[in-house]
């Protein structure tokens, strides 16, 4: 066991591979000589030469579009997005090829890569820094999208991630990559993607939540249990594939379920998590499913974020009105 | 000019050398001495503005921000010739240029502060806010000259990126655009040599980035862009083709970057202390002074005098910009319609409920 915070782990899941798989190959802008503009891959170019490890030219689509190439003649890329808003340039190549292309070649050609990228809000950042869109990522048939809430998670996700036969769309949650520190595992571990982890057993009311929201949740968690207030915790981990039997499971025992998510509201994840629990556990609900999301703004810049994020009152004040409903 | 410094020559145009002496008296722009003058205050207002920020900065009172330490001279010299009516369409480190245009200083303290007002631009017409996505402010540009074109109207876009910038689908599709339509706009890249920290010569295999616009059938020019003199003859030139009807331009600045990418960023990471000494040699505004105080124009004693009032100007326009005052609730609802569509509205309303709650249980 080794005390990491998420930089640290996703750098050791990183390093892990590229130690014992000559396919994998990482890159994006500033990731080599500098080691990526959050440190996530410093270290790994002097490790491993600049022939796997590298800076490229800044265009996103380039990456992800030669990372497809890569990947299907047999290489496993490990690509960086610097930011979530600037992943966009890249949409093409993900939306019409990387996560089609197993379909298109008719299982002749697959496309294993990773695809990694800070996102959210909650560090004062710059226009196009802070946001949270991975409804519309997973809304793309073919593509896989995930988020670690914790160093262990990260370390084990990236690396079944990075051993996938499938594209990858590898969410992390910028707000929490220093954080939160705990002991993680030494060498090599993974943790099957798809698969939610209920984090706090309870009664009252289902809380599924993900990436940076789960601490806000533990914090409104500590309120609930002073109004007497059960909460289970549900990290989903996986915005596709959605883990349906581990929410089933949860809203029958509690009837209620409210899903914490930055992103905004309309057809957001949290809309089709409720959809879920409509439809495996109706005669077990005893309060609407509902939404503690951002609204169908903007992020706002730094000073007006506040009335954005989701705040530990916000996520008890539904929790409240839920259980009473 | 552009036939003379046609990029496949690979000559740089520059009209002073590093130590303000004329080298290139053919092409030295006829400017007179009482306007100079007042160009090199701006330029070392905006300067000294620039490293205000900074250090604001690092005291926490504002937040990111991308320093133009540097890079002066283009920006300058853009915002001299850009005129009331013409376009201003920004990356995010020309502060010259916006000045000029009328952008406050105000503003651009309450953007980096975090106030999304700080891109309403209230005296600045025709400027674009700033754009962060690299080089998809281009494309814009392309735009606004066809629109320009449609209307007939006698007005120049400037549009800026930086050397990192060229890499995007965006610059290429921006420069074809214009290309096609041959509309008045004039490209300016700054290069900096860094992309923040991937140096230039990893962006592209081309002899340079002006090369670039022989592929589009595009006037370019590789211009020192530390020189203010050949800056302001390029972009000079630049505005008369266009208004001829025979632009578009693409204008490499060759500059550097001074400063950090932005505050967070720690050049000694990438770069050494030789190679920035090796550039300091070339900083634009010493190159300016030292043309003026040969000519007599300016003098150290009056320099020496009149930073202390900029910075106090400065000081005092930025206290003023934090009293800004908090943000209210609903402006992150704004300007998102041109109505607010029902839903929105009922989410403001449940975010104010929200809010009625908590006042009661945070004091
Ligand atoms: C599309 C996009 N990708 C990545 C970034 C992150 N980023 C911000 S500035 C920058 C480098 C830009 O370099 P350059 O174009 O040379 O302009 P400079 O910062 O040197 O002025 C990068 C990669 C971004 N803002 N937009
Ligand atoms: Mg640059």
Redesign the interface.
């Known amino acids: 066991m080794k005390i990491m915070n998420m930089v640290n782990a996703i750098n050791d899941a990183l390093d892990i591979k590229l130690g014992e798989d000559k396919s994998v190959i990482v890159y994006g802008?500033?990731v080599g000589?500098?080691?990526g503009?959050f440190r996530v891959t410093e270290g790994l170019q002097k490790k491993y030469g600049a022939e796997r490890v590298f800076?490229?030219?800044?265009?996103e689509?380039?990456i992800v579009g030669t990372a497809v190439g890569m990947a299907v003649a047999g290489l496993r890329p490990v690509v960086e997005m610097q930011f979530c808003?600037?992943i966009?340039?890249a949409f093409n190549q993900i939306i019409s090829h990387a996560s089609r292309m197993r379909n298109r070649s008719r299982g002749q050609l697959e496309t294993p890569m990773v695809i990694r990228m800070p996102y959210g809000g909650g560090i004062?950042?710059?226009?196009?820094?802070s946001e949270s869109m991975e409804a519309i990522f997973g809304h793309i048939p073919g593509l896989k999208v995930v988020v670690p809430s914790t160093p262990h998670d990260a370390k084990g996700m990236l690396i079944a991630a990075i051993e996938s036969n499938d594209t990858i769309l590898f969410m992390e949650p910028k707000r929490i990559y220093r954080a939160i520190k705990q002991e993680v595992e030494e060498g090599k571990f993974s943790i099957p993607l798809g698969k939610a982890s209920v984090l706090a057993q309870g009664n009252d009311v289902t809380v599924v939540a993900y990436g940076a929201m789960v601490r806000e949740v533990q914090k409104a968690m500590l309120m609930a249990k002073e109004a007497g207030i059960s909460v289970e915790l549900i990290d989903l981990r996986s915005i596709y594939p959605v883990d349906r039997e581990t929410i089933a499971k949860s809203v029958k025992k509690t009837g209620r379920i409210i899903t914490v998510t930055e992103g905004p509201?309309?057809y957001g994840v949290g809309s089709e998590i409720s959809q879920i629990a409509i439809e495996e556990a109706f005669l077990h609900l005893e309060a609407p499913p509902s939404r503690v999301s951002g609204?169908?703004?903007?992020v706002?810049?730094?000073?007006?974020?506040h009335?954005?994020m989701q705040d530990p009152?916000?996520i008890f004040?539904e929790i409240e009105r839920i259980v009473k409903y | 000019m552009f036939d003379e410094y046609n990029p496949l020559n690979k000559a740089m145009f520059r009209v002073i050398d590093n130590d303000g002496k004329v080298v290139n008296k053919k092409w030295m722009p006829q400017i007179d001495d009482d306007k100079l003058l007042k160009i090199y205050k701006d330029i070392l207002f905006a300067r000294t503005a620039d490293l205000q920020i900074v250090s604001y900065q690092r005291q926490g009172r504002i937040f990111t921000y991308p320093p133009n330490y540097g890079q002066e001279a283009i920006a300058a010299a853009a915002g001299v010739l850009i005129r009331e009516n013409d376009w201003l369409v920004p990356a995010f480190r020309e502060m010259g240029a916006m000045l000029a245009k009328g952008v406050t200083l105000k503003e651009i303290f309450l953007y980096f502060m975090g106030y999304e007002d700080g891109s309403a631009f209230k005296n600045a017409k025709y400027t674009l806010p700033m754009s962060v996505p690299i080089s998809s402010q281009l494309p814009h540009a392309a735009g606004i000259g066809y629109a320009v074109k449609y209307k007939k109207e006698d007005k120049v876009v400037i549009g800026f990126a930086g050397d990192a910038g060229t890499s995007e689908g965006d610059f290429h599709e921006a420069l074809n655009f214009a290309g096609v339509w041959k509309v008045p706009v004039i490209f300016i890249i700054q290069n900096n040599q860094y992309g923040i920290s991937t140096p230039v010569r990893m962006q592209t295999a081309s002899d340079s980035l002006a090369i670039k616009s022989i592929a589009y059938g595009v006037k370019g020019i590789q211009v020192d862009g530390n020189d203010f003199f050949a800056m302001y003859k390029t972009i000079e030139e630049s505005v008369r083709i266009c208004r001829n009807g025979e632009g578009p331009v693409l204008i490499e600045a060759v500059t550097y970057r001074k400063g950090a990418h932005t505050t967070s960023d720690d050049p000694t990471k990438y770069r050494s202390k030789v190679e920035e000494e090796e550039w300091d040699a070339k900083d634009p505004v010493k190159r300016l002074r030292a043309y003026l105080i040969d000519k007599n124009l300016w003098t150290l004693e009056q320099e020496e005098k009149i930073i202390p009032q900029y910075k106090e100007e400065i000081d005092r326009q930025f206290t003023e910009a934090e009293k800004y005052g908090p943000y209210p609730a609903g402006d992150i609802f704004r300007f998102l319609y041109a109505e607010m569509p029902d839903d929105l509205r009922e989410q403001q309303a449940q975010y104010e409920r929200f809010l009625a709650w908590k006042s009661t249980k945070v004091k």
Request: proline share 10%.
């Open positions: 802008e500033d000589v500098e080691g503009v800076d490229t030219p800044l265009a689509s380039g808003g600037f966009y340039p004062n950042a710059l226009e196009h820094h509201r309309t609204y169908d703004v903007i706002p810049l730094p000073k007006g974020e009335h954005y009152y916000k004040y």
